[in-house]
């Protein structure tokens, strides 16, 4: 999940109230992202924000995505990030995994209790579980949701053509170019054969959408994703060191490249959004480190100016 977490996070932070709406099944009014490293011993969540719904109340949305390995099992992960998240925020809290890869959650019911000596619960937590996997298609391509198609290379496709035929012609009906420039550029990175890649180039060469992509990049950040999380016969040392996106057991190495598809992104972002960018610019965004990286791409869409992308 290394590879494709930064990238399904910028999805999700792009779309936020598409997501929350889709996920929770109640129409959201407004969403913030909140800080997601958590008190104490140093926690980070892949998501976390602020939501107003649309009957006016106010929620803690809480998403992590997670592929068939993981060090500790997701339940008593989420047990000791949900109170703290309680316990920061204070407010009414919904969490909710996501699971990419065939197989990946397939025995979390997502309702766990711990009982006392006499039985009875001492002690209960519950969470969503989405398994991208089992779903089919067709129920993704009903969500009124545009975003949530982004992931339609991990559901059950019967009929490629169709089905993929159906979400770019959904896509288009973005009107926003940048946005819609998300929506593809993830799509393809998750889709998992190269067979659909060439049907969506050859959708999307239709109307001249396919300039509008980093195709090499996005079969890179696939190829590396399918390798390292969703790629059967890892050995079992190697495939630990991948197994979520804030693994510590990464190497330099491996970081590094990681580090360096952050910076080729965010420089295409800022060169469509705002065109040729000074060297300086060029220079802060290839020191800075990944995190400041994915924060600064999460900025891009909508900063009015490109100063306002590195301003505090």
Not at 188 to 196: F, H, Q, S
Not at 204 to 226: G, V
Not at 242 to 250: L, Q, T
Not at 264 to 274: A, I, S, Y
Request: glycine share 8%.
């Amino acid at each position: 999940m290394a590879e494709t977490d930064s990238l399904l996070k910028r999805l999700v932070n792009t779309f936020l109230v598409d997501f929350a709406t889709w996920l929770l099944g109640t129409q959201v009014q407004t969403a913030r992202l909140l800080p997601s490293e958590l008190p104490g011993a140093t926690v980070a969540v892949d998501q976390v924000c602020h939501l107003t719904l649309a009957d006016g109340r106010e929620l803690l949305w809480h998403m992590e995505f997670q592929g068939r390995r993981t060090h500790v099992p997701m339940p008593w992960r989420m047990l000791d990030y949900m109170p703290r998240l309680a316990a920061t925020y204070r407010l009414n809290l919904e969490s909710v995994v996501l699971y990419l890869g065939r197989g990946a959650g397939a025995g979390d019911s997502g309702v766990y209790q711990v009982n006392g000596l006499g039985g009875s619960p001492s002690l209960a937590w519950r969470y969503g579980v989405v398994r991208l996997w089992e779903m089919p298609a067709d129920t993704l391509l009903r969500t009124p949701q545009i975003a949530p198609l982004a992931l339609v290379g991990q559901t059950q496709i019967a009929q490629p053509e169709v089905t993929l035929t159906a979400v770019v012609q959904r896509m288009r009906q973005e009107a926003d170019p940048e946005r819609r420039r998300a929506l593809l550029a993830a799509m393809i990175a998750l889709l998992p054969a190269e067979e659909m890649v060439r049907m969506v180039e050859r959708l999307l060469t239709e109307d001249d959408l396919l300039e509008e992509l980093d195709l090499p990049y996005l079969r890179r950040l696939r190829n590396e994703a399918q390798a390292s999380g969703y790629a059967e016969g890892h050995a079992e040392g190697h495939a630990e060191g991948h197994a979520e996106g804030h693994a510590e057991g990464h190497a330099e190495g491996h970081a590094e490249g990681r580090r360096a598809g952050e910076v080729e992104m965010l420089l295409r972002l800022l060169r469509v959004r705002f065109g040729p960018l000074p060297a300086e610019v060029v220079a802060r965004i290839t020191a800075a480190n990944t995190e400041t990286l994915l924060h600064w791409s999460e900025r891009v869409v909508n900063a009015p100016i490109i100063e306002a992308v590195f301003t505090p």
